[in-house]
């Protein structure tokens, strides 16, 4: 399960979609796929290190600066892409539906960064292993965390449908109370609340998304097998698709 963006990684988050909303990659790249495979890698390689120059220049000006003069020194500056794009990719695994155009022009991006033609020029990679709610935890010695019975109520979803009012509150007074006792019960100088709070509610974030993607898939597949019969068809309303018929290819 990937881990919340914390709000600097948001700014971070922010940045990486701003380059990749002005940036021309894909076009600049494609336009030399006629030519050599020297000059593509060459175009590949060029249009990469402006944008991590980019990257830097946003963050540092005077690092930018620097960078303009000094092509060796893109590689001193490894950890913090790395880091950049991580965030870039977690945020989209957790919401597919955002960054459609800039996650595009990202993945042909890494892609080609970690290629064996584009790699050894450019010096070091660019990509690194997404940042999960399991791998925080261990980090900070907190995987015990994550064996709790009480995380099952901490990160449940407080579903409103079919429910008063006062069954929601009390089922969110739950939740609360199951979050501050594992927040007690499991806080040290190595895992903060805050570190098993950003946890606990990464894991919550998983749930909601799962639930809201399933739930309609059980929803049409009810209907269709309480209101529909394979075996016999009412005029008007069958559900078979037919070339040509009502907009059907």
């Not at 990749?20 to 030399?32: I, L």
């Not at 570190?195 to 990464?202: G, K, V």
């Amino acid at each position: 399960i990937p881990l919340r963006l914390t709000l600097g990684e948001r700014k971070m988050l922010r940045l990486v979609e701003a380059a990749m909303t002005c940036c021309d990659y894909t076009s600049t790249v494609d336009h030399n796929t006629s030519g050599s495979k020297a000059r593509r890698t060459h175009a590949q390689l060029q249009s990469i290190a402006s944008i991590l120059k980019g990257l830097v220049t946003a963050c540092d000006y005077a690092a930018g600066q620097k960078l303009s003069t000094e092509e060796d020194e893109l590689e001193t500056y490894q950890a913090f892409f790395v880091k950049m794009f991580e965030i870039a990719r977690r945020h989209k695994i957790m919401n597919p539906e955002k960054m459609r155009t800039e996650y595009g022009k990202l993945i042909y991006l890494l892609q080609d960064a970690v290629s064996p033609t584009v790699q050894p020029h450019l010096g070091f990679s660019v990509v690194g292993p997404i940042v999960t709610v399991h791998d925080f935890l261990k980090e900070r010695r907190g995987v015990a965390v994550l064996e709790d019975a009480l995380i099952e109520v901490a990160t449940e979803e407080i579903v409103g449908r079919k429910k008063t009012r006062q069954q929601i509150r009390k089922d969110i007074q739950k939740k609360e109370s199951a979050v501050s006792r594992l927040k007690t019960k499991y806080r040290s100088h190595r895992l903060s609340e805050d570190d098993i709070h950003l946890a606990l509610y990464s894991i919550g974030d998983n749930n909601s998304f799962l639930h809201s993607n399933r739930v309609p898939i059980d929803t049409i597949i009810d209907f269709l097998t309480t209101h529909f019969s394979p075996g016999k068809v009412q005029e008007g309303y069958s559900l078979s698709i037919l070339s040509g018929e009502n907009g059907s290819r």
